[in-house]
């Protein structure tokens, strides 16, 4: 026999409308509140675009999540986006790269690697590439019980 409590909330086991991503490390929060006050050139860029929720996808900067912090991230696509500079050119740099897509592929986060060059010199174009990737992860249905859409809300 089910308790009252479970009864009075039978949707209480479900994990709807929170961040998918894993949570951060200690610690982590402050340096990303303090990598976003040192973005790059090209992820300043971006980051103007995306704020203004391109295809009204809502992203964030810098977010934390588990031992890593993701330049850019849509939680409703599970989709992150790192820009790359020369630096993610070395060897070493690339075999961290990998680990880390692999540690955020096991929570069914997809990573966009967009090189910082193409950001600068291409802006519209990633920022197409983007938006396409992301509405193709999107769920086909909203979960029964939510918010309805922003713009049914009179929001745009």
């Not at 894993?22 to 992820?43: D, I, N």
């Not at 086909?140 to 309805?148: F, N, S």
């Amino acid at each position: 026999m089910r308790s009252m409590v479970e009864g009075q909330f039978p949707n209480q086991g479900l994990r709807m409308f929170k961040d998918p991503a894993p949570k951060p490390k200690l610690g982590a929060v402050g340096r990303a509140r303090s990598l976003r006050r040192q973005m790059t050139l090209p992820e300043l860029l971006l980051w103007q675009e995306l704020r203004k929720r391109p295809g009204g996808l809502k992203f964030r900067r810098q977010h934390p999540s588990g031992p890593y912090i993701l330049d850019f991230f849509c939680a409703d696509a599970r989709l992150a986006v790192e820009i790359d500079g020369e630096t993610h050119q070395n060897r070493e740099r690339a075999k961290h790269d990998a680990e880390r897509d692999a540690w955020f592929t096991q929570s069914d986060v997809l990573t966009l690697r967009i090189s910082a060059r193409d950001v600068l010199n291409n802006l519209e174009p990633v920022l197409s590439y983007i938006v396409r990737e992301a509405k193709a992860r999107l769920p086909l249905h909203r979960p029964a019980g939510g918010p309805p859409p922003r713009d049914k809300l009179g929001e745009e």
